[in-house]
Protein backbone atom coordinates (compact mmCIF):
# COMPACT_ATOMS: atom_id res chain seq x y z
CA UNK A 1 0.00 0.00 0.00
CA UNK A 2 1.37 3.73 -0.89
CA UNK A 3 1.95 5.93 2.10
CA UNK A 4 -1.17 8.02 3.31
CA UNK A 5 -1.04 11.50 1.64
CA UNK A 6 -1.41 13.93 4.72
CA UNK A 7 -1.27 11.59 7.63
CA UNK A 8 -1.83 14.49 10.14
CA UNK A 9 -4.50 15.50 8.24
CA UNK A 10 -3.10 19.51 7.65
CA UNK A 11 -5.59 21.97 6.42
CA UNK A 12 -4.60 23.86 2.99
CA UNK A 13 -3.03 26.96 4.78
CA UNK A 14 -1.00 24.43 7.51
CA UNK A 15 0.10 22.64 4.30
CA UNK A 16 1.27 25.80 2.02
CA UNK A 17 2.98 26.81 4.96
CA UNK A 18 4.94 23.97 6.13
CA UNK A 19 6.13 23.82 2.19
CA UNK A 20 7.41 27.34 2.55
CA UNK A 21 8.92 26.42 5.48
CA UNK A 22 10.68 23.09 4.11
CA UNK A 23 11.58 25.47 1.17
CA UNK A 24 12.98 28.35 3.64
CA UNK A 25 14.65 25.59 5.97
CA UNK A 26 16.92 25.02 2.50
CA UNK A 27 18.51 28.23 2.47
CA UNK A 28 21.73 29.43 4.13
CA UNK A 29 20.62 32.98 4.58
CA UNK A 30 17.46 32.26 6.09
CA UNK A 31 18.25 29.32 8.56
CA UNK A 32 20.57 27.77 10.45
CA UNK A 33 21.05 23.70 11.62
CA UNK A 34 19.37 23.28 15.37
CA UNK A 35 19.06 23.31 18.08
CA UNK A 36 18.26 19.98 18.37
CA UNK A 37 19.62 16.78 15.89
CA UNK A 38 18.20 17.29 12.38
CA UNK A 39 16.10 20.65 13.57
CA UNK A 40 16.64 23.44 11.58
CA UNK A 41 15.98 27.43 12.86
CA UNK A 42 14.35 29.65 10.67
CA UNK A 43 15.27 33.20 11.91
CA UNK A 44 15.32 34.76 8.21
CA UNK A 45 11.39 35.62 6.37
CA UNK A 46 11.23 37.18 3.16
CA UNK A 47 9.90 40.57 1.83
CA UNK A 48 6.77 40.27 -0.64
CA UNK A 49 7.61 42.68 -4.01
CA UNK A 50 3.84 43.31 -4.99
CA UNK A 51 2.43 40.38 -4.87
CA UNK A 52 5.23 37.15 -4.94
CA UNK A 53 8.01 37.01 -3.26
CA UNK A 54 11.27 35.21 -4.01
CA UNK A 55 12.70 31.57 -1.79
CA UNK A 56 16.15 31.24 -3.72
CA UNK A 57 15.04 30.33 -7.34
CA UNK A 58 11.64 30.26 -6.81
CA UNK A 59 8.98 32.73 -6.89
CA UNK A 60 5.98 32.55 -4.65
CA UNK A 61 2.59 34.34 -5.18
CA UNK A 62 1.86 36.00 -2.38
CA UNK A 63 -1.78 34.18 -1.69
CA UNK A 64 0.21 31.19 -1.15
CA UNK A 65 2.14 32.56 1.74
CA UNK A 66 -0.42 33.83 4.20
CA UNK A 67 0.02 31.61 6.69
CA UNK A 68 3.91 32.34 6.65
CA UNK A 69 2.88 35.19 8.88
CA UNK A 70 0.03 33.60 10.90
CA UNK A 71 0.37 33.25 14.82
CA UNK A 72 -2.36 30.17 14.55
CA UNK A 73 -0.83 28.38 11.93
CA UNK A 74 2.54 28.28 13.47
CA UNK A 75 1.29 27.20 16.34
CA UNK A 76 -0.83 24.02 14.73
CA UNK A 77 2.25 22.96 13.12
CA UNK A 78 3.60 23.08 17.01
CA UNK A 79 0.65 21.30 17.88
CA UNK A 80 0.99 18.13 15.06
CA UNK A 81 5.01 17.96 15.92
CA UNK A 82 6.34 19.63 12.64
CA UNK A 83 7.39 22.86 14.69
CA UNK A 84 8.46 24.59 18.07
CA UNK A 85 7.18 28.17 17.08
CA UNK A 86 9.11 31.55 18.86
CA UNK A 87 6.42 33.99 17.40
CA UNK A 88 7.34 36.07 15.59
CA UNK A 89 10.73 36.11 15.63
CA UNK A 90 11.50 32.23 14.09
CA UNK A 91 10.44 29.24 14.11
CA UNK A 92 12.40 25.35 14.54
CA UNK A 93 11.12 22.81 12.40
CA UNK A 94 11.61 19.60 13.26
CA UNK A 95 12.91 16.64 11.90
CA UNK A 96 9.11 15.02 11.37
CA UNK A 97 7.95 19.17 9.81
CA UNK A 98 11.25 18.64 7.45
CA UNK A 99 10.35 15.63 5.98
CA UNK A 100 6.59 15.40 5.80
CA UNK A 101 5.54 15.58 2.44
CA UNK A 102 3.01 18.48 1.64
CA UNK A 103 2.90 17.52 -2.00
CA UNK A 104 2.74 21.02 -3.00
CA UNK A 105 6.09 22.35 -4.36
CA UNK A 106 5.64 22.14 -7.42
CA UNK A 107 2.30 23.76 -7.13
CA UNK A 108 3.47 26.47 -4.95
CA UNK A 109 7.32 27.11 -5.56
CA UNK A 110 7.59 28.22 -9.04
CA UNK A 111 11.04 27.91 -10.71
CA UNK A 112 10.89 29.98 -14.05
CA UNK A 113 14.21 29.71 -16.38
CA UNK A 114 15.88 33.45 -16.95
Not at 61 to 71: I, P, R, S, V, W
Not at 90 to 106: F, K, M, R, S, W
Request: hydrophobic share 40%; net charge neutral.
Amino acid sequence: MPPRTNPLKLNPLQLRTLTLLQALARLPQAALAGPGDGEVTIHVFPDAHGDHFHLGDATVAGKDATGLFNEKVWHALERKGMARAEWPRQIVLTPAGLAYDTGLNEAILHHHAH
